[in-house]
């Protein structure tokens, strides 16, 4: 065992009394031997606390942490791995479900890659409130690529949080996650993959649980933080981008945010976006031209995305 790497699982537990038994089982229960679990409960105020008291007399070798008080699950992580000792970490939300062999898998996969490589993703997926099965993650997003992938996480979604492990390194390197940013994923991507590069595993290691409360839901809902937090990160972006390609992809990114950002009926955000983009593209279709004039009047037509999304996914 002492020739394996130590595998620190982080498991980030808020209000999740109804799955934490099945995703704290999950981590016990993997095929992989050096490994340490460090639960951190972000102050949660459902029955969570009573199920991770039962796993912690059951299971001495857990540790735990508490935030003290509702931080989010930048904070939450952040303290999670740091008093973690792992060479490798996962982080892991307490609504999800490991498969067995999750670890020993990535772990495999990465002593046999070099250490230029700081993150390890893959196929995930996707079940219910109940556990049912929806989808996988490559049924959706196609063309999980490997190596420099800077380029392509500005220009679109396609890496399932959950499935990442990464080095210590990278977190160290960049002093963890931006604890002032609502959610923590596109940032990391940002960040780590200007100094590293990502492998793609093309087999299910994790179940994502989507359910009411996921953080995700209500994404462009006007008031929500975490289009804030993404106008940040392209702000970021901006100053780290180097090639032609790469301010194109950001272009694409900045875009896809400013017509969603219009069209939820985010106006001010829209504006700081539309800053954005006419700084890194000043000629721009008439289109984006038309919504900038309507967005500063401040043209109410949200009405017409729900449609759109009515009508393309059968929900508002």
């Keep these: 065992m002492s020739s394996l790497p130590l595998v620190s699982v982080i498991c980030l537990c808020y209000n999740h009394e109804r799955f934490l038994a099945e995703a704290l089982d999950s981590v016990l229960a993997q095929t992989y031997p050096n490994l340490e679990i460090v639960v951190v409960d972000d102050c949660s105020t459902d029955g969570s606390m009573d199920i991770i008291k039962h796993y912690l007399q059951k299971y001495p070798q857990l540790k735990f942490i508490s935030t003290g008080q509702n931080r989010g699950n930048c904070t939450a992580f952040n303290r999670g791995w740091r008093a973690s000792q792992g060479d490798l970490l996962v982080d892991f939300a307490t609504d999800d479900v490991l498969l067995p062999d999750r670890v020993a898998r990535q772990v495999d996969a990465f002593q046999r890659l070099d250490s230029s490589f700081g993150v390890i993703y893959s196929d995930a997926e996707y079940i219910s409130d109940s556990g049912g099965h929806l989808y996988l993650h490559s049924s959706k997003y196609k063309a999980a690529p490997d190596g420099d992938v800077f380029a392509e996480v500005l220009r679109r979604y396609f890496i399932c949080p959950p499935t990442m492990m ?53 994404w462009y809902a006007p008031g929500n933080h975490l289009l804030d937090a993404t106008i940040k990160v392209c702000e970021k972006a901006a100053r780290l981008v180097q090639t032609p390609a790469e301010e194109e992809a950001l272009l694409i990114r900045v875009k896809y945010e400013v017509r969603h950002a219009y069209f939820s009926g985010n106006f001010t955000q829209a504006s700081v976006l539309f800053n954005l983009l006419y700084q890194a593209a000043p000629s721009l279709p008439l289109a984006y031209t038309c919504i900038r004039l309507l967005n500063k009047y401040k043209i109410n037509l949200s009405a017409l995305r729900k449609l759109y999304y009515r009508i393309r996914y059968g929900n508002g």
């Excluded at 160290?172 to 996650?177: D, R, T």
């Excluded at 002032?180 to 179940?207: C, G, H, I, M």
């Design 166 to 218: 990464m080095r210590r390194t990278v977190l160290e390197q960049l002093n963890g996650y931006d604890e002032t940013l609502a959610y923590e994923d596109f940032d990391f991507w940002v960040r780590s993959a200007r100094q590293y590069n990502y492998f793609y595993l093309p087999e299910p290691t994790t179940k994502r649980r989507l359910h009411a409360a996921s953080l995700s839901r209500g």
